[in-house]
């Protein structure tokens, strides 16, 4: 199973943590009526954030993880519970070289947020 592309091509690499996020984004009007009451003017619901994390990747696989990451925007596909496809944005990258056997084989740690616009 495919739980995660990016531009239409799977990510490669060995995937060990897979987390997401859904929120509702909330306008100006939010707030508490006289009696008590809340309100809420939500301007978009479940918007997604993904968290990733990546270990053992090859030089190979974490050089085209990262070209891919590159762009301002890019279409993700992923899974929670059914595919769904957005337009999102990398946040933080935090990598790591865990073993370096010579100057062109070394294995890499990756995690990724990836949130929609």
């Not at 070209?67 to 337009?87: M, N, P, W």
Request: hydrophobic fraction near 35%; aromatic fraction near 12%; proline fraction near 1%.
């Amino acid at each position: 199973m495919d739980i995660l592309k990016i531009n239409d091509k799977v990510v490669p690499g060995r995937i060990v943590s897979y987390k997401g996020q859904m929120i509702d984004v909330d306008g100006d009007g939010a707030g508490t009526t006289e009696d008590g009451y809340t309100i809420r003017d939500v301007r978009r619901r479940n918007k997604c954030k993904i968290m990733i994390k990546f270990d053992g990747l090859t030089l190979e696989d974490f050089s085209a993880i990262m070209e891919a990451l590159d762009s301002t925007s890019f279409e993700v596909t992923f899974f929670c519970g059914s595919y769904r496809t957005i337009t999102a944005y990398a946040g933080d990258k935090n990598w790591e070289m865990i073993h370096s056997y010579n100057e062109e084989v070394s294995l890499w740690k990756l995690d990724v947020n990836i949130i929609e616009y």
